[in-house]
Structures are given as C-alpha cells and as structure tokens.
C-alpha cells in the first residue's frame, strides 16, 4: 500500500500547487495581460513626429507635444488602443513621472522601450486606473519622452 499511499500524495501537492499557481496568476497578472473586464472609457491614440517633435494625438488628428490630456475617474477601466503612426519604433506607456525611467502605474504599456511597436503597428490594453492622481503617458524608447512623447493622464477622484 506503500505506493497507493505515495500517489496519493503526489496527486495532492500537485492539487494544491496547481490551485495555488491560479490564484497566483489572478492576483498578480503577468506583465501587460490584458484584463477581461468590459473597458468603461476607451481612447484611441496615435503616436508619431511632426517635424523634428514627436508627439500623440487622438487617432487620425495631427501629432502635437505635449499630447492631449487624457482624464479617467478612479476605478475606470480604461482601454487604450494605440497606433504607432510614425516613420519610427514608438511605443505607450502610462507612467508616475514624466521621464522614461519613471515605473509604469496600472501594468499600462503597449510595447517597451526595448521592445517597441514598429512603424504602423497597433496594440491595445486594459487596466484599472485605480489610484487617484495626475500620471503622464509617454513613449518609453529612451529619448523619445524628452523629444516630445509625452501627454497628462489624470485619475480623478
Ligand atoms: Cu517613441
């Protein structure tokens, strides 16, 4: 009965590790998962150049620096669709401070600055936008939020 009583064992601690990997992985999301919640606000952003700055726009409108406000309340579940509509690799970031090597707030980035989006590229994400506060969203590739890609995001209360 010795190797009943082995199996069982082994069948339970896999039991347990299996729930646990879950529960895990439903409390701590992997970096940039996309939340299943239905979005409660939604934007859709370009970011690109315009002349020798680089900037965002609401999509299909011309590329300005700083780029449009972006305001959501605490505890929205905001959807960003972004397009890379530059000549260039850009990506999006919703970032603590203006800087790209602020930490990213919410898990919200399409692409990274090591891994950005290339030129005509789209990508989106989901997050809860549940801290209040004034954020800033920037293209982290380095230089690029210097340059320009950078615009307010505002969690209000
Ligand atoms: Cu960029």
Known sequence: MQ???TVATLAFVIGVAWVGWIAYSLVFPAEGQV??????VEFAIDGGEAGPKFGFAFEGQQISSPGPTLTVKTGDI???NFKNNGATAHAFSVVKENSDEAPIMFKATIGTGPRPLVPGDRGSIVFNADTTGTYYYICPVPGHAQLGMWGEFKVEG
């Not at 939340?35 to 409660?40: G, I, K």
Request: charged share 10%; aromatic share 8%; proline share 8%.
């Open 78 to 80: 905001v959807k960003v």
């Open 35 to 40: 939340l299943t919640a239905t979005p409660t």
């Open 3 to 5: 190797s009943a009583y």
